[in-house]
């Protein structure tokens, strides 16, 4: 591995690692050029366990301790990685790409992610696999597909209903989709679709995916109904077999180098929201038009991670509250309006959800979410 330490406009003199903790990293410096990977951390347990991962992936390194001395290559550098023990950002500088963390560091780490605005967050050692697969790839010119989350703001909101008619709607305008169900304890996103007969890969067959996944071979694996490809839970009365941070990643990355859509139904439990949540690159929240949905819409925003997020309000009999209020009281944009089709509670347990997708209401509510999100297929 190549590692270098970003100087000022005239190299530093050679510092030991005996030097004072104030003083810049020791090793080479590399002048006149972007670092291909920046990490700023003071963090000495940190920086040995990202050294080896950015050595697996045969990419550079620059270290630095802090924003100061980050500041002018920032913007420059080809990846950016923040410690956790980092509490600020230079002054106007982009967010980091990734923020790095420690096992036994809990909740703070997603907290300052979401402060900081970091599109990531690597949880070592554990998330070294999936970061090694990450900055292997963050040269590549093309980002792959949209993925779009969907949950929903309160209980029975109709984030599920809500992902299939988008899922539905954007496979019908000529997308490649993906529908991934990220709820393990939702009861199977593939009953609601009458798939669960559907031959192909489920959650559980994935649990010990590690590394990279060819696209193209995920793709073969997966069922399809209504003219997507869906990845579910399976819908039986088994406990979920547990899938960890990493898998999940490794099947998301996969996912964007093959399908122009993901899908998303991300669920509203605190793991699903940290393990699927942040691989999304636009959140929308379903919620009906009232109070107290609107309370738990507005307490759920802030453990989303900080991508563009927008409402869903879906139309119900007997709804008060003001949709500008809505909007106002959780802090976020109203998106589109959800239809209420008779019948759709019925059909969800029939499994002939995707019949109520052809009504002309659903399509132009589907239409309205995708006339922005299809503005990020590549």
């Known amino acids: 591995m190549s590692r270098h330490q970003l100087p000022e406009p005239v190299a530093p003199e050679p510092v ?13 410096w590399l002048p006149g050029e972007a670092a291909e990977t920046l990490l700023v951390t ?5 920086r040995g366990e990202v050294e080896r991962i950015v050595a697996a992936a045969g990419r550079q ?9 980050a500041a002018p290559y920032w913007d420059s550098a ?4 923040v410690g956790s023990d980092v509490p600020e950002l230079p002054y106007r500088r982009r967010a980091p790409a990734v923020l790095v963390g420690l096992s036994g560091e809990g909740d703070s780490v997603w907290h300052l992610a979401a402060a900081m605005g970091a599109e990531r967050v690597a949880v070592l050692p554990e998330g070294g696999p999936w970061l090694a697969e990450y900055l292997s790839r963050s040269n590549a010119a093309d980002p792959g597909g949209h993925v779009l989350g969907v949950t929903g703001g309160c209980g029975g909101a109709g984030a599920t209903t809500a992902a299939i008619w988008l899922a539905q709607a954007a496979a019908r305008l000529g997308a490649r989709v993906l529908l991934i169900d990220g709820d393990p304890w939702g009861g199977g996103l593939e009953l609601a679709l009458a798939a669960e007969d559907a031959p192909g890969l489920r959650w559980p067959d994935l649990a010990e995916a590690s590394g990279s996944i060819d696209p193209d071979q995920l793709h073969e694996a997966l069922p399809e109904a209504g003219g997507f490809s869906f990845l579910s839970w399976p819908g039986n009365r088994e406990r979920p077999k547990a899938v960890d941070a990493a898998a999940v990643a490794g099947v998301l990355d996969a996912a964007r180098r093959c399908y122009e859509l993901v ?3 991300i669920g509203r439990g605190r793991e699903a929201l940290r393990t699927f949540a942040w691989e999304c690159d636009r959140v929308l929240v379903v919620l009906p038009a009232q109070l107290r949905a609107a309370v738990a819409s507005a307490r759920l925003v802030p453990e989303l991670p900080p991508v563009d997020t927008a409402l869903v309000i879906r139309a119900k009999p007997g709804a008060v509250l003001d949709i500008q209020l809505i909007s106002e009281a959780v802090g976020q944009p109203v998106q589109s309006i959800m239809p209420e089709v008779r019948g759709t509670a019925a059909a969800t347990e029939l499994g002939r959800l995707l019949d109520t997708g052809g009504r002309r209401s659903v399509q ?5 979410v995708l006339d922005v999100s299809m503005d990020e297929y590549p």
Do not use: H, I, K, M
Request: proline share 8%.
């Open 263 to 265: 899908l998303l139904d």
């Open 61 to 69: 390194l620059s270290l630095v301790r802090d924003v100061a001395e």
């Open 16 to 28: 030991s690692r005996a030097g004072p903790a104030s003083g810049p990293l020791p090793g080479s």
């Open 78 to 81: 080809g990846a950016v990685l």
């Open 42 to 46: 003071g963090s000495e347990v940190l």
């Open 364 to 368: 132009r509510f589907a239409e309205a």
